[in-house]
């Protein structure tokens, strides 16, 4: 007698899916839907990616579900595939990929449905937050409510334990919980679409007479407006009665992304990111899910967010980093957003002024077609870009005399300025003038970077922080000097200087409160700060008009790096900050200091531009047999002791070399550049191919006899399939 087996995928790190049985006398869990079964002595929410006439397991193994949370299908079969595929791709346990891309309350087991929303709000008897001064928790609520009604996701992100203090409140009288009214519908007609140049509209009309899959890489200067194109292809696809899925590196670029779109297309824009409440993200998943949304907005995580209909895929800045998981799955979104787009036959837009050297080879070989845009849109032109010689200059801090000359003069003409030092705190050491002790962090053995405005040395490794201190831990002296310079110091720094001028710091340490981000933003939009100075937060695809001096401080640390993806970075960093200035009507300016001014990468990038730069680097890689002229995985190991991780991937070298390694050269294994983090020693080895299929088949065969050896339950391991970096 023939039955059915469930394949169910469950969040673990186990690299297969696990078989049970459908209850009795009740129709079995379509695919795709979620199911509560019994893992060990545990309960656990799965879900159903197929059904099988035969187990894996022997008949005494196999258990019933609990029970099927789901009537209908979450994840459609293209989704599904493309999921499997991804899995299967980056050697990622099943579980992990499928499970692991729902939303946090969905893998908990809560149903699939938006409850009405409410929210909370003071009734005409709370009395001032003032008056309950004897209970701060009472007081920080109704002083929170007295601002306006709030939802509780609001609350949830807000206010710590606040649903026991509003219980008490409302027993008082003081607030009531009621539904939440929905959004009004926007009114009047959306403003016009500005006219497109023709290089834009070219664009465009190759984007929307193509038909199926075609993967275009849009290559277009900063200012160049890559975004109109974005919004007139979406506008095409909306009109056939598809939806489209636009993907963003970083929460930051979200908000400005999303205004943009919700003025072009109203409420038929939704976004998704982990900035977002988990009641946010579930409702955002949902709306997409359920087709309510025409465009979905979002991060990295967003490529796999349900969308029926879809019928465009844009990436934004499709060179960054940021679309790299670093962790867990470590799935790269804009590989995946390609490959979505295949499996779902529909067109997908790589957008970027600096498109990453991988692009850059997919558009020479044919697999992209490229589109490009050569020049700014409307009257702004591309800033000139100028190297600062500040050798034997006499710095205050990072500012040249020479930078701060040209700063006075475009502030004295009301001007915007604005500073880029991708390093954040007051001063990344402080020392001991006394003995030379310097603190750090016993758990990364690395230093301590002060940040003097919290009174704290915080380790931008692991995060610990400790109290700064006052004296030497070693002699006890007072004479403690911060060397070198952050974000912060930066900061105190410009306050001395230009006295008269309001100066705005944009990094993580100054944006760590909900919605501070988007305020300094439009801060900065508004001209209600002159000076802006900032990390890549502020220099990633924003647009500030009145900005016509562009500063970069400390161009030379990104020169001498160890990883070979170094330069390239560098020089997409340089274009992307530069790409502030001039934004507007009037001409704009991008010194960049440096103490090499002779370097090879100066010259090539401010002789040529970046496509001369990329062009010579993707030779030398070709030469090197460097990415993208070959293919990595970088396996990762970290332990408690110095040479467990070390020893564990000898192991797994020799075990590599039974299987046979045709094909493929293993590098190591090596202590990582960072040897020590978080208290545990890191090592790792190298895996490097000229071809995919080699390096594959090794991993499908290496990876579960890995799994299998002694030393593998001493360390905590992991596999990185086309690693962005190598430390």
């Known amino acids: 007698m023939s039955r059915l087996i469930l394949k169910v995928a469950i969040d673990a790190p186990l690299r297969h899916l696990f078989d049970y049985l459908p209850l009795f006398n009740v129709p079995p869990p379509a695919v795709g839907c979620r199911v509560r079964v019994p893992f060990g ?11 099988a006439p035969h187990a894996e397991v022997a008949d005494a193994q ?70 309950v001064g004897r209970a701060p928790r009472q007081a920080a609520l109704l002083r929170a409510l007295a601002a306006g009604p709030r939802t509780e996701d609001d609350l949830d992100a807000e206010l710590e334990g606040w649903r026991v203090t509003a219980r008490t409140l409302a027993s008082k009288g003081w607030v009531e919980r009621a539904e939440r009214a929905p959004e009004p519908a926007p009114t009047g007609a959306p403003p016009a679409a500005p006219t497109l140049s023709a ?108 969308l029926p209909r879809l019928g465009l895929i844009v990436v934004d800045e499709e060179h960054d980093t940021s679309y790299k998981q670093q962790d867990g799955f470590r799935y790269h979104a804009r590989d995946m957003a390609v490959l979505r787009a295949r499996l779902e036959s529909v067109p997908v837009l790589l957008g970027s002024a600096t498109p990453s050297l991988e692009s850059l080879e997919h558009a020479a070989s044919g697999q992209y077609r490229p589109l490009h845009l050569h020049e700014r849109a409307g009257s702004a032109r591309l800033p000139q870009l100028h190297l600062l010689d500040v050798r034997h200059q006499r710095m205050t801090g990072l500012v040249s005399p020479a930078l701060a000359a040209v700063m006075r003069d475009e502030l004295a003409a009301g001007r915007q300025v604005m500073l880029f030092l991708n390093r954040r705190g007051y001063a990344p050491v402080l020392l001991c003038h006394a003995c030379g002790w310097v603190p750090k962090c016993t758990r990364c053995d690395a230093h301590y970077t002060l940040h003097r ?138 010194l960049i200091q440096t103490h090499q001014p002779q370097h090879p990468l100066w010259q090539a990038l401010l002789g040529g531009g970046y496509g001369v730069f990329a062009r010579g680097l993707l030779a030398e890689r070709e030469a090197a047999g460097w990415p993208p002229y070959s293919h990595l ?42 040897p020590k983090r978080a208290g545990r020693y890191r090592a790792q080895l190298l895996l490097q191919a000229s071809r995919r299929a080699p390096l594959h088949n090794l991993l499908r065969r290496w990876l579960p006899a890995l799994a299998q050896l002694p030393a593998a339950r001493q360390v905590r391991w992991s596999l990185d399939v086309d690693p962005v970096d190598t430390y």
Not at 560 to 579: C, N, P, W, Y
Not at 643 to 671: D, H, I, K, N, R
């Open 633 to 674: 995985a970088l396996l990762r190991a970290e332990a408690a002791g110095a040479q467990e991780a070390l020893w564990f991937l000898g192991e797994t070298l020799s075990l590599a070399a039974e299987f046979g390694q045709a094909g493929v050269e293993l590098l190591g294994p090596v202590p990582a550049p960072s």
């Open 453 to 590: 405005a919290r009174r704290l040395l915080v380790c931008h490794h692991c995060g610990s922080e400790r109290p700064a201190p006052t004296a030497c831990g070693e002699c006890a002296s007072g004479e403690l000097l911060p060397l070198g310079v952050g974000t912060e110091r930066i900061e105190a720094d410009l306050a001395t200087l230009f006295p008269d001028h309001a100066v705005l710091r944009v990094d993580r340490d100054s944006t760590r409160r909900r919605g501070a981000l988007d305020a300094h933003l439009a801060a900065a939009r508004d001209g209600r700060a002159d000076i802006l100075i900032g990390t890549q937060m502020l220099a990633k695809g924003h647009h500030f008009p009145a900005v016509t001096l562009v500063g970069i401080l400390d161009a030379d640390q990104g020169l001498f790096a160890a990883d070979f993806r170094a330069t390239e970075r560098l020089a997409q960093t340089i274009h992307q900050v530069a790409g502030r200035s001039g934004r507007g009507d009037l001409a704009g300016r991008v």
């Open 199 to 306: 290089a834009q509209q070219a664009a465009v009309d190759a984007i929307t007479g193509a038909s199926g899959f075609h993967a275009f890489l849009l290559d277009g200067v900063t200012g160049s407006g890559k975004t109109e194109v974005y919004l007139a292809a979406i506008e095409s696809a909306l009109a056939a009665g598809r939806l489209a899925l636009v993907l963003v590196p970083e929460i930051g670029l979200a908000p400005q992304t999303e205004a943009r779109f919700r003025a072009r297309f109203g409420a038929a824009v939704a976004v998704l990111h982990s900035g977002l409440t988990d009641g946010e993200r579930l409702a955002a998943w949902l709306a997409a899910r359920d087709g309510r949304v025409g465009v979905l907005i979002g991060t990295r995580s967003a490529v796999f967010a349900p």
């Open 62 to 131: 196999l258990r019933h579900i609990h029970e099927a949370i789901d009537a209908e299908p979450l994840l459609t079969a293209p989704l599904l595939d493309l999921l499997h595929r991804a899995a299967d791709y980056y050697h990622a346990p099943p579980g992990e990929v499928v499970v692991g891309t729902l939303p946090a309350l969905l893998r908990t087991g809560r149903p699939a449905q938006l409850a009405p929303p409410f929210e909370w709000r003071l009734t005409n008897t709370a009395p001032a937050p003032d008056s």
């Open 41 to 51: 002595r545990r309960s656990r929410v799965g879900l159903v990616v197929a059904h």
